[in-house]
Structure formats: C-alpha cells, structure tokens
C-alpha cells in the first residue's frame, strides 16, 4: 500500500482515531511521497508557528507543562501561575503564594483542574459561573509529608491522583494519603493504563492497582534522569536528559546508539510528548524540537532558526487541533501541523520576496531579492526540513523571472538574461534588466522582455544569440502572454499592448487596447491566457477579449460566490483548475470540461491575507502536488490534500456586565452558558460584553451573531472574538453565534438565552396600582373638570352681560357721534345760509343805492329786476319743509315732538327754536329769519311767553334737552 492510500484510509476514520489521523495528516505535509502525480514532490517546509511572549498571555518565560480542557482549551503551568487560552485570549490564575506552578491534570468529570507547585497543592474549579476557584489540598496531607518541596507530573488514574516530589509519590483517592518512597526520583509517566515511576538508585517502578512492581531489567536506567516514557508500537521509549534513548521490547533493554542518539545526547533532552503510535516530539535544551520515529529516527526540527522564541524546550503537548504546544524558556509556541500552508524560505534566515519559482530537472528553483536559490526534491535533510536550498553563484540581486524555453532554463535577471545550468548563471543578453522569456514563433525563436523593450533571441544547437531588439516599441515589457497569433504585453501605467511581429524585419504592428477597447482605463491591467482565451484582469472586475469586435467585454469568471468577484490579483492554469488569489481568498475553480463552457464547478476559497508580491503577484502550480504562492516572505506551499475533517464548535467564553462592572460569567464550565437555562438579570442590566471561542483554539477563526429579537439578520462574518450589546430593554433574549474556519467549515449554532427583568415599576402589582391610581385621578379630574365647567360658564354669562351692555353703550355713543356729526353739518349749512342770506341782503341794499342813482329809466328797470331776482332767491332759501325734515332726522324728531306739545307755535316760532337747538346766537339766527337782531330778541320774548316758560331757564338749554 503506498503511503498517500495508506493515509487516506486513516483519515476515513477520523471519528474512530482522532490522534492517528491528524498525526498522519501532518507525516502526509511533511514527510509523505505521492505515488501516481504526475509532477514533483514538496516534502519539505515550515507550518506556521505562531509566538506568544510572556506580554501576551502576562506570565513568565518558563512554562512547565501544558495540557488541553474541555472545549479544547489550553492549559499551561507557568513560572507566575495558571494560564488559559481559548484560541483568543489568555487568561492568568495565580496560586496563593503566587509560587511557580509546575504541573497540572485536568479532571474532565468534575471539571477539577489540580495545581502542584514550589510547596503547593490544590484545585481549581469553576463555581455556578464558571469561574475558577481554587481550593488548596495541603492541609490534607498528613504533617509527615507535609514539606512537598516541589509538585511535579500530576496524574489523574485508577480513581486517584498521584504526582512526585523530589524523593517519594503520593497518591490521594479523595479520602486518604499513601506514599511512595524513593531514593530519588525524576519521572512519572503514563504509559497506556499503567502508571510507571522511576528511582534512581534502582530502575522502574509499574504501579497497578494498590501494588508496586518492578520492571525487569530497567536496572539498565539506574543513574539516569528520565524526562518521559511512553508506549510506540508496543514499545517502551524512555527518554533520558543526557544519555539519549532507550527502548524496552519483548522485556528486552536496548540503548540506541546512532547519529540520532548522539545528537540527542549532545542537546539533551528536557521534554517530549507523543504524536502518534509512530512519532514522539522532544524537547531539547540546545536544539529546539526534534521529531523522531519509533525506530530512533529523526524526521525533522524547529528551532529558533525556524520560528521559536528559544531553543530550550520545558514542555509539548499535541492537541487534538492539530497543533503542536511547546513551552519554551522565552514564551509558549504553537506549531499549526496540518495547516493549509507551509513556509519556505528559499534563502534562509534572509526571507525575503520571492519573484520567481519553476520545477527543472527534479530541483526546484526560486527567484528572489537575493539571488537565485535552488533545491534537489530527490534528497532528503531530515534534520533541516526547510533547508538544503544553494544559491546559484552570480546570481546575487533581483531574480524577476524564471522560463524554460527549448528546454533550458532562462533566469531574467537585474543584470540581464541569464542561462542556468545547474549551479552555474550563463549571460546570454547584452542588455541589462530583464523581466520575461516566452517562445514565439518557428525555428527556436523566443522574445525576452526587458525594462527597455522587446528582444528577439534564437536557440542554434545550444548556443544561444540574441538577434536584437523589436524597432518601435520601447515600453516595459514585464507582463507578457500570446496567443496563437499575437504578443499581449500590458503595463500596470500605460495600458494593454498588442504586437503583430515580424521577426526578420524585426518590427510590429502596435495597437494600444484601454477606455475605448472596453476596458476600464489603461492603468493596472493585468493580462492572461487562459485556455487560449486572453483575459485581463483589473480593479474593476474581469474581460475577456471578443476577437469579432476587436474589444473587450466584461465577464466573471464562472464558479465564483458573488462576495469574490473582485480583482483578481493572480491567476494560474491548471489541467481543470485554475488557481486564484485576491486580497482577501486564495483558493481554486474546478471544472470537468473548459472554464466557460463547463457543466459543474467546483469552488473551493480560503481565507487569505494578501502576501503576495505587490505588483508581482504569482502562483505556481505543482502538477495535483499542490501550489507555490510567491510571497514578500519566502514561499508557501499549499496542499488542497491537507484539508482536515473538523468538529468545529463554538461557545461563549465570558459574559460581562458592561452596566455594572462584573463579571457574569467567567465560564471554564461551559455547560452553565447553553440555552438549558436562562440566565436572569436585573433592569439596570442593560449593557453585555460576550467573548467568543472556539474548539479550533486557532486565531484564523471566524465569528457571526444574531441577537434575537433585536436583530433580524446574522452579522457579517469577523475576526473579532468580542461582542458588546448596549442599551438593551427588558426582554427575553436569545443570542446565537456561529464560527467558521479556513477550511470551510461552520460551526453547529451556540445559543445564549437571558432575559432582563422589568424594573418593579413596570411589574403587575405596580400596573394595578397605576390603574386605581388612574381610576382616581379621572374620577377626581372630572369633578374638578365640572366645577370647573360650571365657573366656566356663569363667567362666560357674565362676560356676555357684560359685552352686551357694553355693545349698547357703543351703539349709544355710535348715535351720539352721528348725531353729533349730523349737527354739525346742519350747523355748517345754517351757517352757509347766514352768510349767503347776509351777501344777499348787502347785494339787494347796494342794487337799491345803485338804482337811486340812475337816471336812465330803462337801466333803472333792470337793476330792480335784479334785485327782484335775488328775492326770489330768498324765497326760495326758505323752503322750511325741506329744512325741517332734515332737521327731524338728525333730532330724532325735535319739530314734530316741539308741534305736539305747544301747537300753538307758529313756523317762525319753530324755526327759531330749530337754531336754539343748534346753540346759534342771536346775530347769527336774526339773518336766517330775515330779521334784525332786536327782531330776534322780540321773537324770543314771544316764544318764551308760548311756551310758558320763565326767565330763569336758559331757552337754549331746554331746547337741547327736550
């Protein structure tokens, strides 16, 4: 069976051999051949170590163990405490002494997590929140024993715990103390279901049930300091501090001795922990981490060289995560062993920009800022998984490109053309800055881009020549591809280039393609061949070149989920693949016939920080091996065959009341936080910080949430791990989150229900209370609203009293003024006739002295008709029935009331008191009569004597007041 059938009949039963499979999945990146590819193998290369220092999880260097929890948790003794860490956030528990904390066993029943340090021992559990608490065990051991020095290797098994001290192991089965004495010892060990021990002075020790037993033979380990033992294949591997390892078969001793034992003996070992049945991790005090087989071989390390933060390793721990935990003397890493991508660093402890890679004659080849770089896949370094890369001498500088036409290999480089034979550059351009080679045309001819321009080389035997430069077009021709006909060069600044060339009179028809072209302007496009189909790539989405209409035309490229179709910052052909990358996704097109003309698609997108080259993005391909993505950092290697099953689960790590300042819940007990029970809060409860985690303990996780029923839609997805709700009502709420990984998987939804009470006043009683409270208040509004009324309207009678007497007396003084206007115009007409009666009368005086002075007869006779004329004037003036009626209606009937009372009033009478009424004095009325002034005086005296009225009243006053 070949090593790839032989791991993918593991990983099928990934639910029955959890450890198997991810061990295989990692031997698979790491060590595994691939029978059947048709392209090369990449065994080598560095998953992604990710460093914590002691700022980050707030403890010491030194971490001394390192176990997993529930939910995957991480759990590490460290020089200042306990130490958490959900895959986002770290957390410390410090013991009450605040002494260095050496080991720890998790319970995972009780959910016990029991602490042995510098004299100290106990537990820490979580309480009805979930925080931890700590309850110590010393006073429970008896006085003679109770100088613990120093607790190491606590292990939980048969019902009890044990650990070690310097010379003696206790056992505590929660009711007594038993101890075991020893001279002196270093190591306890679980190896299967047995407990094994070590004495110095003697070998080991099994532990089974209530009885001690020593393991023959194992006198062979007298005097030696035993840092672990376990069980592969059957076998006991003990590992030994200075004097390398040991295996125990058939209970037969045997003592390696190899080039492997004797570098372990020269790094020593300090720590190690198993990987599979096969494997064992060890840590070294020198070296790093070594990987070594059941066999005693070493299958490759991690040192400082290679992403620790030091060499000298305390502790390991391999998680169900794949992932590798070690314990440093300068922090803790963690190893991601079957991840997506592994780093290779071409040019060592440089790791600079990579341009350029290619497969040639089983060595791969890299391009990068320093040189070119080169590596033999038919060899293996075990020891130096990234390593046993050689620079191609004369090659230091700026590799751009590397292309195998006719069969060699064409290094474009700062200094020009180069031609790379094996170790060896070989100038074959006389111009300097070269970007590209593409074979073009008959007869061995190729064309090589450069920073000037476009040269034409030919291929004689093995002799290259450069034939000489293409007139006409002196553009940077970084950015080639053809197709059956033309030359398609674009420039990130000038547009899309596409060259009809004629190689004998080395010259081309030139056409510029931009806005008018349909594309979107000339500025970053990028130009593909994809299955003969040219297609170009820009910020503003894909276009695919219509031959018919000499344009571009705006496309997708088929497959593609609606949030990816953006710009395409690379792209790479396949046999049925096409490999992608933008700023956000990295990942493939599968399809079963052509890309636009398939049936069924297949997408797979992974999450992807953009590390690739700006302006030089580029994916390799390695034939189904895999792919290369050339990045600022050396390369990474992807394999689409590491994509591991995954019981992804989320849960909510920590509720905080943001209104109250505390803490709800700390919960390591996970159980307290589902939706079986609803957490209750008080009004002034409104605001809630939620911690999110996950059992993938990975940082690349995603988060989305949906708060009922404040929400109505889930959340976009995000990194962040952390989420506050403010300025909630009272209500029953129930908050859901989900949690996806770079693999693609979702995660089943976590629920969190909690209700916040209503404040008491908005409780029954206090709505019952309102409502007789508003009863009342209606009740006593009314009445008050009647009274209120009643006031209301006799004030409205009053006021209407009141507006009416007073419309009277304005219509009264309305009269009065009328009247009084009236009299007054009456006054001004008698007036006017006064004056015209007096003008009258002087006129008829002077026409009489005028007519005594004539002596012409005739003239004579007309003067006096003249003055007869003005007497009829007179005359008519003294129409006393119009002057009367006028009178009666500005008087309210003055004549007609004066008639009925002294009828005996004759009309001079009657118009002498009219102009008495008026007040008119006696010069003014003795004209209007036609009187003189006595005559007036004489007609008073009469009148008084009429009306029988006596000197003493005023005759004006009694005619203005009858």
């Known amino acids: 069976m070949s090593c790839k059938d032989y791991c993918h009949n593991y990983i099928r039963f990934f639910t029955l051999n959890m ?56 759990l590490a003794a460290n020089n200042e405490g306990l130490l958490q860490f959900d895959g986002h956030k770290w957390e410390k528990y410090s013991l009450p002494n605040k002494t260095i904390l050496r080991s720890i066993a998790y319970d ?178 020198l070296n790093g981490i070594i990987f070594l087989d059941h066999q005693g071989k070493i299958h490759g390390s991690y040192n400082k060289n290679k992403g620790l933060q030091n060499n000298t390793v305390a502790s390991l721990h391999f998680s169900s995560n794949h992932q590798l935990w070690a314990g440093t003397y300068n922090g803790i890493d963690m190893i991601e062993m079957a991840g997506l991508f592994t780093n290779i660093y071409p040019d060592g402890s440089l790791q600079g920009a990579v341009f350029a890679a290619t497969i040639y004659k089983q060595k791969l080849y890299c391009g990068t800022e320093n040189g070119l770089y080169y590596r033999d896949l038919a060899t293996k370094s075990p020891m130096e998984t990234d390593a046993g890369f050689q620079v191609v001498k004369g090659t230091e500088g700026q590799v751009w490109g590397l292309d195998i036409i006719f069969g060699n290999l064409i290094m474009s480089h700062n200094d020009g053309a180069f031609l790379i034979e094996s170790n060896k550059a070989t100038k074959i351009s006389k111009y300097n800055g070269s970007w590209k080679f593409i074979e073009f045309g008959d007869n061995n001819f190729c064309l090589g881009g450069a920073y000037s321009g476009l040269y034409v080389f030919r291929k004689i035997g093995a002799v290259w020549q450069e034939i000489g430069k293409i007139s006409g077009f002196d553009e940077s021709c970084r950015i080639m591809t053809k197709d059956s006909k033309y030359l398609w060069i674009s420039h990130p600044y000038r547009g899309l280039f596409r060259l009809e060339i004629n190689l004998e ?68 052909e396949e046999e049925g693949k096409l490999w992608l990358a933008t700023n956000q996704h990295f990942g493939y097109i599968k399809y079963d016939q052509k890309l636009y003309s398939s049936k069924r698609y297949e997408t797979n997108l992974f999450d992807f920080e953009n590390l690739l080259v700006p302006g030089f993005e580029k994916i390799f391909p390695v034939e189904k091996a895999g792919v290369l993505l050339l990045t600022t950092k050396g390369l990474k290697y992807f394999q689409d065959g590491n994509k591991a099953n995954s019981n992804l689960g989320v849960y909510i790590s920590k509720v905080f009341d943001v209104s109250k300042n505390l803490i709800v819940s700390d919960g390591f007990e996970n159980d307290s936080l589902r ?28 988060f989305r949430y949906l708060l009922s029923p404040s929400q109505k ?59 007789l409270a508003g009863l009342f208040l209606i009740i006593f509004s009314r009445q008050r609203l009647v009274k209120k009324y009643e006031h209301i309207t006799t004030n409205l009678e009053e006021q209407k009293t009141e507006n009416e007497a007073l419309i009277l007396q304005l219509q009264k003084e309305k009269l009065e003024t009328e009247m009084h206007f009236k009299d007054k115009e009456l006054g001004l007409s008698s007036m006017h006739l006064v004056q015209k009666t007096e003008a009258i009368s002087k006129l ?119």
């Open 108 to 285: 995972m029943v009780t959910q016990k997590i029991y602490a042995g340090g510098q004299d100290e021992l106990g537990y820490f559990q979580p309480d009805e929140s979930g925080v931890l608490m700590y309850t110590d065990l010393r006073q429970t051991i008896p006085a003679t024993f109770n100088n613990l020095e120093d607790v190491w290797n606590l292990k939980l098994a048969n019902g009890s715990l044990y650990f070690r001290s310097m010379n003696r192991i206790f056992a505590f089965d929660g009711r007594q103390w038993k101890t075991i004495g020893t001279t002196e010892t270093s190591c306890l060990a679980q190896v299967g279901n047995v407990l094994v021990f070590n004495d110095t002075d003697k070998g080991l020790f099994k532990i089974e049930g209530e009885k001690t037993s020593f393991v023959e033979g194992s006198d062979i380990l007298k005097n030696k300091t035993i840092t672990g033992i376990f069980d592969l294949k059957h076998e006991w591997v003990v590992c030994t501090e200075k004097d390398g390892i040991l295996k125990l078969k058939d209970n037969k001793w045997e003592i390696i001795n190899s080039a492997e034992s004797t570098f372990l003996k020269t790094n020593r070992i300090h720590s190690a922990c198993k990987i599979n049945d096969t494997l064992l991790a060890i840590g070294t005090y």
């Open 19 to 74: 450890i198997l499979k991810i061990i295989l999945a990692w031997a698979f990146l790491l060590f595994c051949s691939i029978p059947g590819a048709t392209g090369q193998k990449i065994d080598f290369g560095l998953p992604f170590i990710h460093n914590f220092d002691r700022h980050a999880y707030n403890g010491g260097t030194q971490t001394w163990e390192i176990i997993t929890a529930k939910n995957n948790r991480i």
């Open 505 to 572: 009179k080395l010259s081309a028809n030139i056409e510029n393609y931009g806005q008018k072209s349909g594309l979107p302007g000339y500025l970053r496009n990028t130009v593909h061949n994809i299955e003969n189909q040219i297609l170009v790539t820009t910020e503003l989405g894909t276009y695919k070149f219509d031959n018919a209409g000499n344009k571009f035309v705006r496309v997708d490229l088929p497959g593609m989920p609606a949030y990816a179709k953006v710009h395409y910052k690379a792209l790479a």
């Open 675 to 702: 939706n079986t029970t609803t957490k209750t809060f008080d009004h002034d409860s409104n605001g809630f910080l939620f911690d999110f985690a996950t059992t993938s303990c990975n940082k690349s996780v995603k």
């Open 713 to 771: 839609e889930w959340s976009p997805w995000d990194h962040k791990s952390q989420k506050e709700f403010n300025n909630l009502f009272p209500d029953d709420y129930t908050l859901s989150v989900e949690a996806s990984d770079v693999y693609g998987h979702v995660s089943p939804v976590f629920d969190y229900t909690f209700k916040i009470k209503s404040p008491w006043y908005r409780s029954v009683p206090a709505i019952l209370m309102y409502l």
């Open 844 to 962: 008829k005086k002077e026409l009489s002295k005028i007519a005594k002075k004539i002596n012409d007869p005739e003239l004579k006779k007309e003067v006096r008709s003249i003055a007869s004329i003005l007497s009829d004037d007179e005359r008519l003036d003294e129409d006393w029935e119009s002057f009367a009626q006028n009178f009666d209606s500005v008087h309210n009937d003055f004549l007609n009331r004066l008639k009925t009372r002294f009828p005996a009033l004759s009309t001079s009478d009657l118009k002498l008191c009219a102009y008495l009424r008026q007040n008119m004095t006696t010069k003014d009325i003795a004209p209007l009569l036609n009187i003189s002034v006595r005559g007036v005086e004489i007609s008073r005296y009469r009148l008084r004597k009429k009306m029988d009225l006596s000197f003493d009243v005023n005759l004006n006053d009694f005619m203005r007041g009858m």
